[in-house]
Every structure is written in C-alpha cells, then in structure tokens.
C-alpha cells in the first residue's frame, strides 16, 4: 500500500496533534515495514513549519519525503493545486492530520484525523484566525474526506452532531498513546526544579491557554495555601499558547507568584522526570479530544486528578479523582485531602500504571491500518454539491 502521510506538526516544538501523527507513523512503519510511505513536511495551508523534516526525520527503507516548502506561500500555491493528486504520486491513502483537508482528490482516499471541536464549542478558546483556518479544515473534511478517524469516542459523537451528513460507519476512532515508549527512564531534573524535592510538588502540563484551565487551577492552589495546605509549588509546564498574556499578573493578585514556577517548554526527557516526581499531576482541562497528559502521567505512575468532562473520563476510567473543572473550591478541598493522604496517593499511583497499560501504539497502528485497507477495498465517496461547491472555491 502506498501511504501519504502529513507530518507537517510533528517538528521540534510539537504539542498534541504532532505527538499523535508522530508517533503513529512510526508505529505503523515499525508493525508494517513493506507499504511505501510518503510524509508530507508541508501539508496544506493553515499550519506551516519552514524547519521541517529538518528537525525530526524518519527513516525507513521505504519511506520517502514529499517537497519541502521554504515560504508558506509556494506551500499554498502547491498543495491547492488542481493536479495535487497526480504530483503527490497518486498515493492509496492520503492521511490529513493537521485540520486542513484537500478537496480535489479523486482517486485516493482521503483519511482525516479529528482531534477536537473545542474552537466550535467556545469562541473564547483560540483566536480569530486559527478558529476560522480549523473549522474550514474540518467542514473540508466533511465533504471531501472518506473515512474520519477520531481520537475518542467524545470526539466522534461531536462531530456526528456537528456534521449530521457524513456517514457515521466511517467515522472510527484509534486512541492516541504515549509518545513514551521506556516506562523505566528517569528522565532528567529541570534547572528550573533544583530547589525542588522530589514527590513535594503539584504539576499541571499543558498549553498556557484559556481551555486548559489554568486560571481556575491558580484560584483552587491558592484556596488550597488559603486553607493550611502543605507549601508544595505548583509548577505549570507548557508553553504559551493565546489569549493569557496576563497570567503572571493573575497570580500577582492571587497572592501566590512567588508559588508558582512556569516552566515553559520543556523537553521530553524534563518532562518524564516531572511525570515521575511530582506529588499528583492536576489537569483542569474544560474541553479534550483526548488529554494526552493525563494517559503520560499515569504511564509514570503520577497520581492523578482531573475534570470530569468531555473525553478525559475515557482515558482516567477509574484510576483518578475526577472533578468539575468549574469549581475551583472542590479541586483545593481535593488537593488538601489528597496531600494529608499518602495511602490514598500510592493507591492512585499504581492504579494509574495499570490504567495507563490499556493504551498501545502497536494496537493503534495495526487499527489505523486496517482503516486504511478498509477505505482502499471500499467505494470512495461520491461528490456531494457542498463538496463541488467547495472545490470551486
């Protein structure tokens, strides 16, 4: 099978989109060597990394690169054109992962990645520009994709709501898994952590952004101080993402800046040893796809609280303290319980491993081939007037 594959988020500074494509692709070269892939460091003209595939290659003998595209320009004018399909080499499949889809595809069958309708939901969680390149993607991807393929159940029933037209029976879902394949690595102390003791701190990772929650986090930590909790800093890794420029200043009038360490971006190997050492891994998340931090915690043996909505309770099951990530008066009476319990925060550590073990890129892959087989063997979709329409545009 001939696969074209987009890795166009997967370079150095990836979060959760690029970590699902990344390490999928590799699953699927590692459980099937003999199909030709064709990864695509461009793909579309939404998002664009000039650096890629300089920054995180894959090699395999069967793989080969698309072109690489210097100017977000000359990826445009290549990627809208009419004979895309002819100079892509007419690939079996065609794996969209970046929410732009193509619309002049007629042979190959077109697979596209769901990960959320969080810029649907709430206008307030991203800007302008990317709410409107993200629903233009995933409204192409309506008319014009073969088979969708969601990161969670959540996720697929939203997008059945959302676009009652597309057929539900090709709209799978393939769970994402940890981009961490070694449960034994240690990983390696952040600089910024030096002063820190292992087991005595609260974590939080994710994007700086408003659907992450962060803010009501910062009001339950200081609730939490408020209420004589144990002085553990809650350290916040991610990097900065929209619409919370004034973060540092929130914290300043919460009265605990000077509690709070804001790693920014930090790299894998940083990130298993905050996984490891940290006294629980808090994730207030209002809206996920997935919640990729919380699967990576638990792999680590981080005990684990989060929200209660949206998809996270398919990855947590029973294995952490669920809460509504509304009320930030019931996460600091967790957060004080949780502290002054250390059987409780063993528990919650062991049953967050054995949570965590039900997630398997190799299972993922061998899905996400069998997709790909099953749209090959199947009818493409008929063009639909949307999708003329769309096309025309």
Same mark, same amino acid.
């Given at each position: 099978m001939h696969i074209g594959f987009d890795i166009s988020q997967t370079g150095s500074q990836k979060a959760g989109c690029g970590y699902y494509a990344a390490a999928l692709i590799r699953a699927m070269m590692e459980v099937a060597p003999q199909n030709r892939y064709s990864l695509f460091p461009s793909f579309g003209d939404f998002f664009f990394d000039a650096k890629m595939p300089i920054m995180n290659p894959y090699r395999g003998a069967q793989v080969h690169y698309g072109p690489r595209h210097l100017t977000r320009e000359s990826a445009r004018n290549f990627w809208n054109d009419a004979k895309l399909e002819k100079v892509l080499g007419q690939p079996d499949v065609l794996h969209c992962n970046n929410f732009w889809t193509p619309v002049q595809i007629t042979s190959s069958r077109v697979i596209y990645t769901l990960y959320d309708l969080g810029f649907v939901t709430n206008a307030d969680w991203s800007t302008e520009a990317n709410r409107v390149g993200c629903f233009d993607g995933i409204f192409r991807s309506s008319v014009a994709a073969d088979w969708v393929v969601a990161i969670s159940d959540y996720s697929r029933a939203h997008y059945l709501k959302v676009f009652p037209h597309f057929p539900s029976e090709r709209v799978r879902v393939v769970y994402p898994c940890s981009r961490f394949t070694d449960t034994t690595r240690q990983g390696t102390r952040p600089a910024a952590m030096k002063d820190c003791q292992e087991s005595d701190?609260?974590?939080?990772?994710?994007?700086?952004?408003?659907?992450?929650?962060? +803010?009501? %986090?910062?009001?339950?930590?200081? +609730?939490? %101080? /408020?209420?004589? !909790?144990?002085?553990?800093? %809650?350290?916040?890794?991610?990097?900065?993402?929209? +619409?919370? /420029?004034?973060?540092?200043?929130?914290?300043?009038?919460?009265?605990? %800046?000077?509690?709070?360490?804001?790693?920014?971006?930090?790299?894998?190997?940083?990130?298993?040893?905050?996984?490891?050492?940290?006294?629980?891994?808090?994730?207030?998340?209002?809206? /996920? !796809?997935?919640?990729?931090?919380?699967?990576? !915690?638990?792999?680590?043996?981080?005990p684990t609280m989060s929200s209660n909505t949206t998809s996270i309770p398919e990855v947590t099951g029973a294995a952490a303290i669920l809460i509504s990530p509304h009320d930030s008066e019931a996460w600091a009476q967790k957060m004080l319980d949780l502290s002054l319990d250390a059987e409780k925060r063993r528990i919650l550590g062991a049953s967050a491993r054995e949570r965590a073990q039900r997630f398997n890129w190799g299972r993922s892959a061998t899905s996400m081939l069998a997709i790909y087989q099953e749209a090959v063997n199947s009818t493409k979709r008929a063009p639909t007037a949307a999708m003329r329409a769309t096309r025309e545009i």
């Open positions: 701190f609260w974590l939080s990772v994710g994007t700086i952004e408003p659907r992450k929650n962060q +803010r009501l %986090l910062a009001e339950a930590y200081a +609730r939490y %101080l /408020e209420a004589g !909790g144990r002085s553990m800093p %809650l350290v916040l890794a991610g990097g900065k993402g929209w +619409r919370m /420029e004034n973060f540092p200043d929130y914290l300043a009038k919460l009265g605990i %800046l000077d509690h709070v360490k804001l790693l920014g971006y930090v790299t894998d190997d940083e990130m298993i040893w905050l996984y490891r050492n940290c006294y629980a891994n808090l994730y207030s998340s209002v809206f /996920e !796809g997935f919640g990729l931090p919380v699967l990576e !915690g638990m792999q680590f043996g981080a």
